[in-house]
């Protein structure tokens, strides 16, 4: 059995497994409070295990007791724009379903406390040193964009009044992609589609991607019932795939600057949690601003 073949068994079984997770606790999530605080408290617990992956595979450039307080305000600082969406909803008396206005001003609230509190700690590495500042920009601000502001979307996204529905849709379309470019760009080969970052990517893929999202998108939102026609829905998808395909290009990004495959080597055949996630991640920001 070759190496290649060994490894999508247990790509389809992990994924298979967090499939079914997700899918029951979504479904229960529409008619209970307590699977929804469950589905709430599994993305958050899923957005604490990304932050800790990149914080491990991408070493902040201090050593000591520094390291360990400079790694606790970075994880603060990935889990607060999806922590105040969680606060305030609880203060509004756990208020599931808001309407899209409010759920656009807590994702903005969230991301623009993230962002103050990033610019705190880069004043802070500027009297520390330049090394530490240059980390910052170049490492923490992508994934904090990745998993502050899309784990800050996908926590709005399951709060919404649309919600288990369009969170349903975003996942599905997002894994369809994955999908169809894996085997697209397997099968039909042909020039990288950025090589600098994942050799393995290619034009053809992604197209095929993009294809498939497309269209599972407008099927998946003609079956949940979303109004706006297919025009709206067909629009919404291609944006989702795009940027998910920007997620992932992202992810890779932040692990060739230190030189590795996977973010951890937590879920069997995908890598690690921030593998699986990153274009769902960056996928629901658009998702949210389009409709909540």
Same mark, same amino acid.
């Given at each position: 059995?070759?190496?290649?073949?060994?490894?999508?068994?247990?790509?389809?079984?992990?994924?298979?497994?967090?499939?079914?997770?997700?899918?029951?606790?979504?479904?229960?999530?529409?008619?209970?409070?307590?699977?929804?605080?469950?589905? $709430?408290?599994l993305? $958050?617990?899923?957005?604490?295990?990304?932050?800790?992956?990149?914080?491990?595979?991408?070493?902040?450039?201090?050593?000591?007791?520094?390291?360990?307080?400079?790694?606790?305000?970075?994880?603060?600082?990935?889990l607060?724009?999806?922590?105040?969406?969680?606060?305030t909803?609880?203060? +509004?008396?756990?208020?599931?379903?808001?309407?899209?206005?409010?759920a656009?001003? =807590?994702?903005? *609230?969230?991301?623009?406390?993230?962002?103050?509190?990033?610019?705190?700690?880069?004043?802070?590495?500027?009297?520390?040193?330049?090394?530490?500042?240059?980390?910052?920009?170049?490492?923490?601000l992508?994934?904090?964009?990745?998993?502050?502001?899309?784990?800050?979307?996908?926590?709005?996204?399951?709060?919404?009044?649309?919600? !288990?529905?369009?969170?349903?849709?975003?996942?599905?379309?997002?894994?369809?992609?994955?999908?169809?470019?894996?085997?697209?760009?397997?099968?039909?080969?042909? !020039?990288?589609?950025? !090589?600098?970052?994942?050799?393995?990517?290619?034009?053809?893929?992604?197209?095929?991607? $993009?294809?498939?999202?497309? +269209?599972?998108?407008? $099927?998946?939102?003609? @079956?949940?019932?979303?109004?706006?026609? @297919?025009?709206?829905? @067909?629009?919404?998808? =291609?944006?989702? +795939?795009?940027?998910?395909?920007?997620?992932? =290009?992202? *992810?890779?990004?932040?692990?060739?600057l230190?030189?590795?495959?996977?973010?951890?080597?937590?879920?069997?055949g995908?890598?690690?949690?921030?593998?699986?996630?990153?274009g769902?991640?960056?996928?629901?920001? !658009?998702?949210?601003?389009?409709?909540?």
């Amino acid at each position: 059995m070759s190496e290649r073949f060994k490894n999508l068994q247990a790509r389809v079984l992990t994924g298979s497994i967090l499939a079914a997770l997700f899918i029951v606790t979504g479904v229960l999530s529409a008619y209970s409070v307590a699977a929804k605080l469950m589905l $709430l408290g599994l993305g $958050l617990i899923a957005l604490a295990i990304c932050s800790w992956e990149f914080i491990v595979f991408s070493p902040l450039p201090v050593e000591g007791a520094k390291k360990f307080l400079w790694q606790l305000a970075l994880a603060v600082c990935f889990l607060l724009a999806p922590l105040w969406a969680l606060k305030t909803c609880f203060i +509004v008396s756990c208020n599931f379903g808001m309407a899209h206005e409010i759920a656009i001003a =807590l994702f903005a *609230k969230g991301v623009f406390l993230a962002g103050c509190f990033f610019f705190i700690l880069m004043a802070v590495a500027g009297r520390t040193s330049l090394d530490l500042v240059s980390h910052l920009f170049e490492r923490v601000l992508p994934a904090l964009a990745l998993i502050g502001g899309g784990g800050a979307a996908l926590i709005v996204l399951c709060l919404s009044a649309n919600s !288990p529905r369009s969170l349903f849709w975003v996942v599905l379309v997002v894994a369809i992609n994955d999908i169809a470019a894996y085997f697209g760009g397997a099968s039909m080969g042909g !020039p990288k589609l950025s !090589p600098a970052l994942s050799p393995n990517k290619t034009i053809s893929g992604s197209l095929c991607g $993009l294809a498939a999202g497309a +269209v599972i998108g407008i $099927l998946a939102g003609v @079956l949940f019932n979303f109004q706006g026609g @297919l025009i709206r829905l @067909l629009a919404l998808a =291609l944006l989702v +795939v795009v940027a998910a395909q920007c997620g992932d =290009l992202l *992810k890779s990004y932040l692990k060739r600057l230190v030189g590795v495959k996977d973010s951890s080597s937590l879920l069997p055949g995908h890598g690690g949690v921030l593998d699986r996630l990153d274009g769902i991640l960056l996928g629901a920001i !658009p998702a949210l601003l389009w409709w909540a």
